[in-house]
Every structure is written in C-alpha cells, then in structure tokens.
Nanobody, 116 residues
Framework: QVQLVESGGGLVQAGGSLRLSCAAS????????MGWYRQAPGNQRELVAS???????NYVDSVKGRFTVSRDNAKNTVYLQMNTLKPEDTAVYYC??????????WGKGTLVTVSS
C-alpha cells in the first residue's frame, strides 16, 4: 500500500507565499511523474504543475512564473513553491504520483486560502 500525505497549506494574504510538500510512503520501488492539482468550490479539479522523474516540469498557464514544482527522489517527496499568491489560487491542493509503473495514487488534499 502507498500513501501520499500533503502538508503546508494555510491562510495567506494576497502577494504572499506558501510551500506545499507531499511525501509518498509504503511499498514503493519507483515513482514516475508527480503532480499537483487543485479544486476550488464549484470547479473541476485542474492540473497545476507536474514533474517527471527526470525533472521535466509542466505548469498551467495561470501559475507560470509564480509557482515552482520540484522533487526530492531520495525522500519520495514533491514540493510546490507558490509565490505572489492571488485570491483565485484559493483551493484544495492535491498531489498525485504514478507509482510502481502505472498505479496512480492521490493524497487527501491540503487547503490553501488566499485573502484579498
């Protein structure tokens, strides 16, 4: 069994920063692409950023230049550094990971609230 646990969410003023972390644990011998998604009330879950095992990254246009995704393969952990936060970034942020050649796991999410 594999678990993903997010941390680092909270309340921040517009223009502020937060760093999210997501640690994978359990029966893991390989982690492929890891990603961060978010879901705001009334909206569908959307991909925010992803990073391959080799370090290639991808971002949704709305966060380019403000968010940075990174990973520590030795710790099975993915990070999302969020700068210049805006009220529209308010959402529950979820991480996922492609583990052991094709099994997709999700965390339970962490709430990010950006006040104006």
């Amino acid at each position: 069994q594999v678990q993903l646990v997010e941390s680092g969410g909270g309340l921040v003023q517009a223009g502020g920063s937060l760093r999210l972390s997501c640690a994978a644990s359990g029966s893991i011998f390989r982690i492929g692409t890891m990603g961060w998604y978010r879901q705001a009330p009334g909206n569908q879950r959307e991909l925010v950023a992803s990073i391959t095992s080799g370090g290639s990254t991808n971002y949704v246009d709305s966060v380019k230049g403000r968010f940075t995704v990174s990973r520590d393969n030795a710790k099975n952990t993915v990070y999302l550094q969020m700068n210049t936060l805006k009220p529209e970034d308010t959402a529950v942020y979820y991480c996922n990971a492609n583990v052991n050649y094709g099994i997709l796991y999700w965390g339970k999410g962490t709430l990010v609230t950006v006040s104006s």
